[in-house]
């Protein structure tokens, strides 16, 4: 049951996260194409994506689930379902017009610079925590030395 609590909480946590920064940029667009308010369909959309979103990466990214994979498998597991997953949620909350071919384009492009531009930046949030978290260890070792 802890476990299970530990999961929940990690997995609201994401959601609420990811929903914040949906949103934020969700009103970035509006603002940028001259847009005054904000259908709620759309936000009971991204709600959806980012439950289902922040729930994948629990599965694809951390131990739950998955116990041994390599990050770039599993960065092409999180995009090969969840592409499908927020076209099917675009399509159902009538994000773009969904006849268009280059709106699907347009789509799955910035769905691609978008898991870029987050991977590259966990990548390197990593390795600088990854650094910070050695020259600790190396001057806790020293200390032990000296003491």
Avoid: H, N
Avoid at 7 to 30: N, R
Avoid at 83 to 110: H, M, Q
């Amino acid at each position: 049951m802890k476990k299970f609590l530990k999961f929940v909480a990690a997995w609201k946590t994401g959601a609420s996260l990811m929903f914040s920064a949906a949103v934020a940029i969700y009103l970035v667009f509006c603002w940028f194409f001259g847009e005054a308010r904000v259908p709620v369909g759309v936000l009971w959309g991204l709600l959806l994506a980012c439950l289902a979103g922040s729930l994948l990466q629990g599965v694809c990214f951390s131990q739950w689930v998955i116990r041994r994979m390599r990050y770039s498998l599993r960065l092409a597991l999180f995009a090969a379902v969840y592409l499908p997953l927020l076209s099917a949620i675009a399509w159902w909350c009538r994000w773009f017009p969904a006849g268009r071919l280059g709106a699907w384009l347009v789509f799955a492009g910035v769905f691609l610079v978008f898991l870029a531009v987050f991977t590259v930046g966990f990548e390197i949030y990593y390795r600088a925590t990854g650094k910070r978290y050695d020259g600790l260890l190396g001057q806790y070792r020293r200390q032990q030395e000296d003491s």
